[in-house]
């Protein structure tokens, strides 16, 4: 975005806050970025975590194909796609074989165009795919055909997509940074860079009994959040509200 266009946005960002009686976010990390860079006491501003779709439902797949997931929904640097990309063409040769690497986003701007390119000078045509837009069904249906769910962004408000993969039973590793430790908790494995990631995701592959463990981790730590508990405690915030 021009300059002049990112700083309207934050002075209206900035007087909204501080008109707003409380303001509400989707993580700790998040409401510590908002009074610090907006300038708001920490004791208006309420944490209401997010919940994975009830349409997202657990359904192995018993195909020979499975993939490794990504889902940054759009292709911008933050999102971090290339490191995914990279870390995926570490793996021995065997696992790129049987896993294929699916990144789920809109296959537009500068960045998309870069994590093209970089997948053919990778050699790694035949390995990754990029779906486009894609149906919640149809993301539902790739999850059950998942063995792995990576999130490498670089940061994220909340780390939704992560939820909806342990939802499905997939075992999940992160980078550890921003809001995603809050998500992933000990449920899944959170690294800090491309080798870390790389060696994570061998290890998840080749280790039937780290996968049945991450699998049961996730659905347990997806459980506890719910759209029900979400709207029970944003109406909490609400009813602060003076009149």
Same mark, same amino acid.
């Given at each position: 975005?021009? &300059?002049?266009?990112?700083?309207?946005?934050?002075?209206?960002?900035?007087?909204?806050? !501080?008109?707003?009686?409380?303001?509400?976010?989707?993580?700790?990390?998040?409401? @510590?970025? &908002?009074?610090?860079?907006?300038?708001?006491?920490?004791?208006?501003?309420?944490?209401?975590?997010? =919940?994975?779709?009830?349409?997202?439902?657990?359904?192995?797949?018993? @195909?020979?194909?499975?993939? &490794?997931?990504?889902?940054?929904?759009?292709?911008?640097?933050?999102?971090?796609?290339?490191? =995914?990309?990279?870390?995926?063409?570490?793996?021995?040769?065997?696992?790129?074989?049987?896993?294929?690497?699916?990144?789920?986003? !809109?296959?537009?701007?500068?960045?998309?165009?870069?994590?093209?390119?970089?997948?053919?000078?990778?050699?790694?045509?035949?390995?990754?795919?990029?779906?486009?837009?894609?149906?919640?069904?149809?993301?539902?249906?790739?999850?059950? !055909?998942?063995?792995?769910?990576?999130?490498?962004?670089?940061?994220?408000?909340?780390?939704?997509?992560?939820?909806?993969?342990? @939802?499905?039973?997939?075992?999940?590793?992160?980078?550890?940074?921003?809001?995603?430790?809050?998500?992933?908790?000990?449920?899944?494995?959170?690294?800090?860079?491309?080798?870390?990631?790389?060696?994570?995701?061998?290890?998840?592959?080749?280790? @039937?009994?780290?996968?049945?463990?991450?699998?049961?981790?996730?659905?347990?730590?997806? =459980?506890?959040?719910?759209?029900?508990?979400?709207? &029970?405690?944003?109406?909490?915030?609400?009813?602060?509200?003076?009149?």
């Amino acid at each position: 975005l021009p &300059i002049w266009i990112k700083t309207y946005l934050w002075v209206m960002y900035f007087l909204s806050a !501080h008109k707003a009686k409380n303001v509400s976010t989707f993580s700790n990390n998040s409401k @510590k970025d &908002i009074a610090r860079f907006f300038k708001v006491r920490l004791d208006k501003i309420y944490v209401i975590p997010l =919940a994975a779709s009830e349409g997202i439902v657990r359904k192995r797949a018993s @195909k020979h194909k499975q993939y &490794i997931v990504v889902v940054p929904g759009t292709f911008i640097p933050r999102k971090n796609i290339l490191a =995914a990309g990279e870390a995926y063409r570490q793996l021995p040769a065997s696992l790129k074989e049987r896993y294929l690497l699916a990144i789920v986003g !809109h296959p537009q701007g500068e960045y998309f165009e870069s994590v093209k390119d970089t997948i053919c000078k990778l050699n790694l045509e035949q390995n990754v795919i990029l779906t486009g837009r894609i149906s919640d069904q149809e993301l539902s249906q790739l999850y059950s !055909h998942a063995q792995l769910f990576v999130c490498p962004s670089l940061y994220e408000g909340f780390g939704l997509t992560i939820l909806e993969a342990m @939802k499905s039973g997939v075992p999940t590793i992160s980078y550890n940074n921003s809001s995603l430790p809050e998500v992933v908790g000990d449920a899944g494995i959170l690294v800090n860079n491309v080798a870390e990631l790389s060696q994570a995701m061998q290890n998840v592959l080749e280790n @039937k009994e780290l996968q049945n463990k991450l699998r049961k981790s996730g659905l347990a730590r997806a =459980a506890k959040y719910t759209w029900k508990n979400t709207a &029970i405690e944003f109406s909490g915030v609400l009813s602060k509200i003076p009149n």
